[in-house]
């Protein structure tokens, strides 16, 4: 049975930080790539970053580049995204998605960020 459990949401200040944690099973996670996605209501699910199944490559979205940092430990299955410096704006359900060509993708449940004073 797949599954991706994230974790680690909540609400933050801004400019404060915050650690989504994305645990995986049941598929071969170190042959997929990993991304994060985020949503909110009425407006279409955006790619924040994506890391490559070795974690040799990373891309972010130009609205999270150099506060956002995705990673992954592929002998604990599990992708992270580290989220500094968070602004108003960040708010939304963030959701981690296994990507790997002409295989199914996989999501999580989501998990809710919200950033307020």
């Known amino acids: 049975q797949v599954q991706l459990v994230e974790s680690g949401g909540g609400l933050v200040q801004p400019g404060g930080s915050l650690r989504l944690s994305c645990a995986c099973s049941?598929?071969?996670?170190?042959?997929?790539?990993m991304r994060w996605y985020r949503q909110v209501p009425g407006k279409e699910r955006e790619l924040v970053a994506r890391?490559?199944?070795?974690?040799?490559?990373?891309n972010y979205a130009d609205s999270v580049k150099g506060r956002f940092t995705i990673s992954r430990d592929n002998a604990k299955n599990t992708v992270y995204l580290q989220m500094n410096s968070l602004r108003p704006e960040d708010t939304a359900v963030y959701y981690c998605?296994?990507?790997?060509?002409?295989?199914?993708?996989?999501w999580g449940q989501g998990t809710q960020v919200t950033v307020s004073s």
């Open positions: 998605n296994a990507y790997w060509f002409g295989m199914p993708e996989y």
């Open positions: 049941g598929f071969t996670f170190s042959s997929y790539t």
């Open positions: 890391i490559s199944s070795t974690g040799s490559s990373t």
